[in-house]
C-alpha cells in the first residue's frame, strides 16, 4: 500500500491517517468499477433473454435487436458529447446522475407495458453507457495517488470486462427462473446500491482540464488510432450482428432446451472472463498480436457455427471458443488505443466508445435484417466475414513499434 508524501515523515508513518484514506480512496473506485459493471450488464442484458423479451412484448427477434441497436447510437454521440459539455463539472456529480439515470432506466425497462417504453429506457440507457466509459476510467485514476493509477484503472476494466463476459449469462439464467422483468430489476437494485455507496465515498473529482472539441480530433491525426478504429468497427459489428442472437443460435440451429442454453451461456461468461486475465499478459507481449488472435478465434467460432451440427458438444466448442475470443477484445483494443494515443488518453477514449457504439449498432441493426429475411446460420456467416476484415486490417495495416509492449506493459501493471 503506498503512503502519500510527507512533510514529516517520521510523524507521519505512525499517523494511520493515509492507510484510511487509501482505504476509502479504493472502496470509491470499486463503486466506479461495480457501477460500470451494472452499466455493461444492462446495455447486454437483452441479448440473454432477446426472445423472451420479443414474445413477452409481441415482437419479432430482429425487431428485438433494436434494444441493443438503439443505446448504442445514443451513446456513440453521447460519449464525446458529454465530455464537452460537461467541461470543469466535477466528475462527482457526473458519475452520481449518471448512476441515477442507470437506475431509472432498468426500472423503466422492467415494468414496460410495451416496447416503445422499452426502447425509451433503452435510449436513456445510451446516455449513461457513453457517458459511464468516458468518465469513469479517468475519474478512478484521481481518487488514487500516481503510483496506483494503473491499478485503479485495471480494476475499472475488470468490472467492465466482468460484465461484457457475465451480464449475459447472468441475466438468462435469472430470466429463465424469474422472468426476463426481474434481470431489470435486479440490475436497478444493484446501480441502486452503487448509488448509495458513491454518495457516501465519493469525494470531490475536479477535471484535470476541461477537453474542447479539438482535443477529441487529436487520434484522429494518428496512423495507428486510425487504424484501431477502423479495426473496431469491422470487429464489433461483426461480433454483435452475430452475439446478439447468440440465445436464439443455441435453441435454434443447435437444438438445445432452456437449460442447457443457460448452462452454456455460462460456460461462455466463465472463459470469456478467463480470456479477460489472459488478454492482460498478451497484450503486454503485443498489442497487435494479441488483437489478430482475437479476431482469428472469433472468426473461427462463428464460421463453424454453421457446419459443426447440433447437439451441446457442438455448441459447447463454438462457445468455447467464442467466449475465450470475446475476453480478449476489451483488453486488447483498449490496449490499442492507448499506445497509439499515450498524450492524449481521454481523446482516444472517448473515440474508442464512440467506436465501440456505432459498430455495436450496426453490428445488432445488420444482424437483425439478415435473421429475419435470410436466418440465423446466414447471419453467423456474414458476421465471420466481418470479423475476417478486421483481421485483415490489423495483420495488414498494424504495425507493433518499439516500445509498446513495455508502455501497454505498465497501463496494465498492478504496480
Known amino acids: 500500500m503506498m503512503n502519500s508524501p510527507s512533510s514529516n515523515p517520521c510523524i507521519d508513518d505512525l499517523s494511520p491517517e493515509p492507510v484510511k484514506t487509501t482505504r476509502s480512496a479504493w472502496l470509491a473506485v470499486s463503486s466506479i468499477a461495480v457501477g460500470t459493471f451494472a452499466m455493461v450488464s444492462t446495455e447486454f442484458m437483452p441479448i440473454g433473454l432477446l426472445t423472451d423479451i420479443a414474445r413477452g412484448l409481441n415482437v419479432s427477434d430482429g425487431t428485438a435487436g433494436l434494444m441493443i441497436t ?7 454521440f453521447a460519449g464525446p458529447g458529454l465530455i464537452v459539455a460537461s467541461g470543469r463539472l466535477d466528475r462527482r456529480t457526473v458519475l452520481i446522475a449518471l448512476t441515477t439515470l442507470l437506475i431509472a432506466s432498468n426500472l423503466l425497462a ?12 433503452r435510449l436513456m440507457l445510451g446516455l449513461c453507457v457513453g457517458g459511464f466509459w468516458t468518465f469513469a476510467p479517468a475519474a478512478a485514476t484521481q481518487l488514487v495517488p500516481q503510483a496506483s493509477k494503473a491499478r485503479a484503472m485495471s480494476l475499472v476494466l475488470a468490472g467492465v470486462s466482468a460484465a461484457t463476459v457475465l451480464g449475459v449469462p447472468a441475466g438468462s439464467l435469472l ?6 422483468r426481474a434481470s431489470f430489476a435486479v440490475t436497478g437494485a444493484l446501480a441502486a446500491v452503487v448509488l448509495l455507496v458513491q454518495l457516501w465515498l465519493l469525494p470531490a473529482i475536479p477535471p484535470v482540464r476541461a477537453i474542447g472539441a479539438r482535443d477529441l480530433l487529436t487520434p484522429l491525426t494518428r496512423r495507428m488510432a486510425q487504424v484501431g478504429l477502423l479495426a473496431v468497427l469491422f470487429f464489433i459489428a461483426g ?4 452475439y446478439t442472437y447468440l440465445k436464439p443460435l443455441l435453441q435454434q440451429v443447435f437444438g438445445l432446451a432452456p437449460h442447457s442454453v443457460s448452462t452454456l451461456l455460462l460456460v461462455y461468461g466463465a472463459v470469456g472472463f478467463i480470456g479477460t486475465f489472459l488478454g492482460g499478459s498478451l497484450v503486454a507481449r503485443s498489442v497487435r498480436g494479441t488483437t489478430l488472435l482475437a479476431a482469428l478465434m472469433l472468426a473461427t467460432a462463428l464460421l463453424l ?25 476489451p483488453v486488447a483494443l483498449t490496449g490499442w488505443m492507448m499506445e497509439a494515443v499515450p498524450d492524449a488518453p481521454e481523446a482516444g477514449q472517448a473515440l474508442l466508445v464512440s467506436g465501440f ?45 518499439g516500445g509498446a509492449a513495455r508502455a501497454t506493459s505498465s497501463a496494465f501493471s498492478p504496480e
Open 175 to 180: 430470466g429463465t427462473l424469474f422472468g426476463w
Open 70 to 76: 438503439m443505446p448504442g447510437v445514443l451513446a456513440a
Open 305 to 329: 457455427s454453421t457446419v459443426i451440427g447440433s447437439g451441446f458438444v457442438a455448441g459447447a466448442v463454438v462457445v468455447f471458443i467464442w467466449g475465450v475470443a470475446f475476453g480478449l477484445i
Open 239 to 242: 461480433h454483435f450482428a452475430a
Open 357 to 401: 457504439q456505432v459498430a455495436i449498432a450496426s453490428g445488432a441493426l445488420i444482424g437483425g435484417v439478415t435473421v429475419d429475411n435470410y436466418g440465423i446460420s446466414s447471419a453467423m456467416v456474414l458476421s465471420g466475414a466481418l470479423v475476417l476484415v478486421a483481421a485483415l486490417i490489423v495483420g495488414t495495416l498494424g504495425r507493433a513499434r
Open 110 to 121: 422492467a415494468f414496460a407495458p410495451n416496447f416503445a417504453t422499452m426502447l425509451v429506457a
